[in-house]
Every structure is written in structure tokens, then in C-alpha cells.
């Protein structure tokens, strides 16, 4: 929720407290994935979204509440009979929604997740969305076994993790300590989610329910080939979200001047390249790659490359002659069957375009699909739930 961050940061370093809503957990065909938010500020201005239009207006009410009373809720929408068109998902799914005041107390916590993202880094928030009595005693208990007297004190503690060092706790080392790990874990694989301990980190399941919001690094776009597809390509890499690298041998193409939206444009041999990125570690599993070269003398070393390791989506532009030629190409390299079937070749889903701009629909239509475990057909043509779990 990037923006959704920088509008909490800037409202609370001016001293102005607002109500933050986070969806925490989702079921079935909910709208929007965990850590999905909505700002709502003292002046009523609205920022963000959590299901993209059912429950906003209540949500609204329950913000504007919370800010006044400052006691954090954590309330339930989904759907029945009755309530369909009222205040429920009309899509079918169900959705937990954690709602807390953050107030300029909250900026040593803030701030530290604002300098990770200004030089790149990861940071994971771990805030308590929910505390009940647990299942004993035990899982309860603070100094000397014995029972906190009033769980919910513990609502809207939050612990934040940087590369560097981690801000604020949730009340007890031990469990600082197992939600480090465990937020840690959900940070490196580009996920948040809903952790459940004991009082002092048992992971027993009871007690208490963490929210872990994930600010991962941008995932990658690396694009070969500094054509006009090329560029309609970087376009839309960067409104996915993507931090889109071009590179080309050709210096006379790769300029800077020609790709003003990628975040970065790289003159080197493609297979030079991306086999720098992959020992430096800049390169990982969420990294998509788009080759549109269509030149076999840097196709096909880079594609060898490439399909040898897990990267999100492979996708090469050409013909179906020289898709042809490349995989004959690409099995006397040695790739596997199980290789050569992770490449998308010919690039994208057939929209029936024919400019750059369409040309780049249908590849990011391509490699959502892939991302998404979707089928690429019409909506209409299909049964089941419009919306995957993530």
C-alpha cells in the first residue's frame, strides 16, 4: 500500500492522527488480497481501498469512530441472503478488516519504514490485529505464568523489522522473537499475512493474531531488446508495479532518451547481463523477463539462461518460424522438455493487436495470468469464482 504508507507517514509527521483499515485475512472470492488499506483522515479524506467499492462506506463510519474513540476494532464483512446488497461483498467472499488510530506516537515506527523503502530495502510491520483468553493459563501467561489483565492492551502494538534493526515490540521478547522469524519469512517471500501465538510466541495457534504487512522490494521487468515494443512494454511494467530494467548491446538504441519510463536502461550483451544480476542476487523468483530481440545471436544464450532457473515468466517475441528455429536452438543446448515448456513463445495471450501498445496489453494480460494461475479466457465463458485466492 504504498501510498496508502506515504499519506499515514506525512499525515503523522505533521501531528495529525488518522484512522488506518487493513484487510488481514480473505476468504473465497474476496476483492482485494491481505494488506490491501484505506486511510481515513481527521478532515475525512479518504486514501486507499480494501475491497474496491461493497464495504467502504461502513468501513468509512467504523474509521471515523475509531479515530474519535481510539479503540482498534477488527470486524468481519462477507455475504448472505439477506444482506447482499447492504453492507457484505457482493462477490461472494468474505474479508477481516483490522481498523486502528496511528498517531504521531507511532512515527519512530513509521519512519523506519519509510528510510528502508527510500534506500531500497524491505521492511515487514507486525501489528496485533486480536487478542483473546487463549486456550490456558499458560499460553497467557506474562510474568509468572499468571494471565494478563486485560488482553486487549495488546491491540495495535506493532513491531517493525528493517535490514538494519528492528523498532518498537509487542509486549514480550519471546514473542518479538517468533514473529521476527516468522515475519521475516512472510518478507522474503513478497507475502503478508496472519501469524497466530501464544502470549509469549507459543505457536500453539491461540492468544493472540498478528498481521504481518510485507514491503517487499519491487519485483523485477527486465526487458531485452531496445525496440518500440520495447517501450510500450516498460510502460506498462512500471504501472504493474514492476522496476523495469531495458538492456541492448547497441548503444545507439539503448538510451535513456528512448525509454524515459524504465527505471533504468542498461548497455551490455543480454546473457552478460542477466548472468550478472543472477550472482549478484538482484534477481529472483517474482523477476519476469521479455525478450524481443528476436535475434538468435542474443536470443538464444540469454533464453538458455534464463529457462535454467526459477524466474517468474520467460516470454520471447518472433514468429512462429523463428520460435521454431529457436527452440531447435534450445534443445541442442541441452534444455529439458520441462524447461522449454516454461517459455512463453510468441509472446502474450492473442488479443488480435498490432501496435506496441497493444502488443504490451497482451503480454502483462500474459504474465498477470501466469502470475495468477489464470486461464486467459473470458470471464463470461467460465464458472467459479472471478477471484483466485492469492
Same mark, same amino acid.
Given at each position: 500500500?504504498?501510498?496508502?504508507?506515504?499519506?499515514?507517514?506525512?499525515?503523522?509527521?505533521?501531528?495529525?492522527?488518522?484512522?488506518?483499515?487493513?484487510?488481514?485475512?480473505?476468504?473465497?472470492?474476496?476483492?482485494?488480497?491481505?494488506?490491501?488499506?484505506?486511510?481515513?483522515?481527521?478532515?475525512?479524506?479518504?486514501?486507499?481501498?480494501?475491497?474496491?467499492?461493497?464495504?467502504?462506506?461502513?468501513?468509512?463510519?467504523?474509521?471515523?469512530?475509531?479515530?474519535?474513540?481510539?479503540?482498534?476494532?477488527?470486524?468481519?464483512?462477507?455475504?448472505?441472503?439477506?444482506?447482499?446488497?447492504?453492507?457484505?461483498?457482493?462477490?461472494?467472499?468474505?474479508?477481516?478488516?483490522?481498523?486502528?488510530? %496511528? $498517531?504521531?506516537?507511532?512515527?519512530?515506527? =513509521? !519512519?523506519?519504514? /519509510?528510510? &528502508?523503502?527510500?534506500? @531500497?530495502?524491505? #521492511? *515487514?510491520?507486525?501489528?496485533?490485529?486480536?487478542?483473546?483468553?487463549?486456550?490456558?493459563?499458560?499460553?497467557?501467561?506474562?510474568?509468572?505464568?499468571?494471565?494478563?489483565?486485560?488482553?486487549?492492551?495488546?491491540?495495535?502494538?506493532?513491531?517493525?523489522?528493517?535490514?538494519?534493526?528492528? %523498532? $518498537?515490540?509487542?509486549?514480550?521478547?519471546? =514473542? !518479538?522473537?517468533? /514473529?521476527? &522469524?516468522?515475519?521475516? @519469512?512472510?518478507? #522474503? *517471500?513478497?507475502?503478508?499475512?496472519?501469524?497466530?501465538?501464544?502470549?509469549?510466541?507459543?505457536?500453539?495457534?491461540?492468544?493472540?493474531?498478528?498481521?504481518?504487512?510485507?514491503?517487499?522490494?519491487?519485483?523485477?521487468?527486465?526487458?531485452?531488446?531496445?525496440?518500440?515494443?520495447?517501450?510500450?512494454?516498460?510502460?506498462?511494467?512500471?504501472? =504493474?508495479?514492476?522496476?523495469?530494467?531495458?538492456?541492448?548491446?547497441?548503444?545507439?538504441? *539503448?538510451?535513456?532518451?528512448?525509454?524515459?519510463?524504465?527505471?533504468?536502461?542498461?548497455?551490455?550483451?543480454?546473457?552478460?547481463?542477466?548472468?550478472?544480476?543472477?550472482?549478484?542476487?538482484?534477481?529472483?523468483?517474482?523477476?519476469?523477463?521479455?525478450?524481443?530481440?528476436?535475434?538468435?545471436?542474443?536470443?538464444?544464450?540469454?533464453?538458455? =539462461?534464463?529457462?535454467?532457473?526459477?524466474?517468474?515468466?520467460?516470454?520471447?517475441?518472433?514468429?512462429?518460424?523463428?520460435?521454431?528455429?529457436?527452440?531447435?536452438?534450445?534443445?541442442?543446448?541441452?534444455?529439458?522438455?520441462?524447461?522449454?515448456?516454461?517459455?512463453?513463445?510468441?509472446?502474450?495471450?492473442?488479443?488480435?493487436?498490432?501496435?506496441?501498445?497493444?502488443?504490451?496489453?497482451?503480454?502483462?494480460?500474459?504474465?498477470?495470468?501466469?502470475?495468477?494461475?489464470?486461464?486467459?479466457?473470458?470471464?463470461?465463458?467460465?464458472?467459479?469464482?472471478?477471484?483466485?485466492?492469492?
Amino acid at each position: 500500500m504504498p501510498d496508502v504508507f506515504d499519506e499515514v507517514h506525512r499525515r503523522c509527521r505533521d501531528g495529525e492522527p488518522v484512522a488506518l483499515a487493513t484487510v488481514v485475512a480473505t476468504w473465497h472470492s474476496a476483492p482485494r488480497p491481505p494488506g490491501a488499506a484505506m486511510m481515513v483522515a481527521a478532515d475525512g479524506t479518504v486514501t486507499g481501498s480494501v475491497s474496491g467499492g461493497c464495504v467502504e462506506a461502513d468501513l468509512y463510519e467504523r474509521a471515523r469512530r475509531v479515530l474519535d474513540t481510539d479503540r482498534p476494532e477488527l470486524c468481519r464483512y462477507g455475504i448472505t441472503d439477506d444482506d447482499a446488497y447492504t453492507v457484505g461483498l457482493t462477490c461472494g467472499g468474505t474479508l477481516d478488516v483490522f481498523v486502528e488510530r %496511528v $498517531g504521531p506516537g507511532a512515527l519512530p515506527e =513509521l !519512519d523506519a519504514v /519509510a528510510a &528502508a523503502r527510500r534506500e @531500497g530495502q524491505p #521492511a *515487514a510491520v507486525v501489528t496485533c490485529v486480536s487478542a483473546d483468553a487463549g486456550d490456558s493459563p499458560a499460553d497467557l501467561g506474562e510474568a509468572g505464568g499468571n494471565p494478563p489483565s486485560d488482553p486487549a492492551r495488546r491491540l495495535g502494538r506493532r513491531l517493525v523489522l528493517t535490514g538494519r534493526r528492528a %523498532v $518498537g515490540s509487542l509486549g514480550d521478547d519471546r =514473542l !518479538d522473537d517468533a /514473529a521476527t &522469524a516468522d515475519a521475516l @519469512g512472510l518478507l #522474503a *517471500a513478497g507475502r503478508s499475512g496472519l501469524l497466530r501465538y501464544g502470549y509469549h510466541g507459543q505457536r500453539r495457534g491461540g492468544g493472540l493474531g498478528l498481521f504481518v504487512t510485507a514491503y517487499a522490494t519491487p519485483p523485477r521487468m527486465i526487458v531485452f531488446g531496445a525496440i518500440d515494443f520495447a517501450a510500450a512494454v516498460a510502460r506498462i511494467g512500471g504501472f =504493474l508495479g514492476y522496476r523495469v530494467t531495458v538492456c541492448d548491446a547497441r548503444p545507439v538504441f *539503448a538510451t535513456a532518451r528512448r525509454f524515459p519510463e524504465a527505471d533504468e536502461v542498461v548497455v551490455r550483451w543480454p546473457h552478460r547481463y542477466l548472468r550478472t544480476e543472477l550472482d549478484a542476487g538482484r534477481v529472483d523468483e517474482r523477476t519476469v523477463v521479455c525478450v524481443l530481440t528476436h535475434d538468435p545471436r542474443f536470443d538464444v544464450p540469454l533464453l538458455e =539462461l534464463a529457462l535454467r532457473h526459477p524466474l517468474a515468466y520467460v516470454g520471447a517475441m518472433g514468429s512462429r518460424r523463428t520460435h521454431d528455429e529457436r527452440h531447435k536452438l534450445l534443445r541442442e543446448a541441452g534444455l529439458s522438455a520441462a524447461q522449454l515448456a516454461r517459455l512463453a513463445s510468441p509472446i502474450g495471450l492473442d488479443l488480435g493487436g498490432r501496435t506496441p501498445e497493444e502488443t504490451a496489453v497482451s503480454v502483462a494480460a500474459q504474465i498477470v495470468a501466469a502470475r495468477w494461475g489464470g486461464t486467459g479466457r473470458p470471464l463470461a465463458a467460465l464458472d467459479g469464482p472471478i477471484h483466485r485466492p492469492g
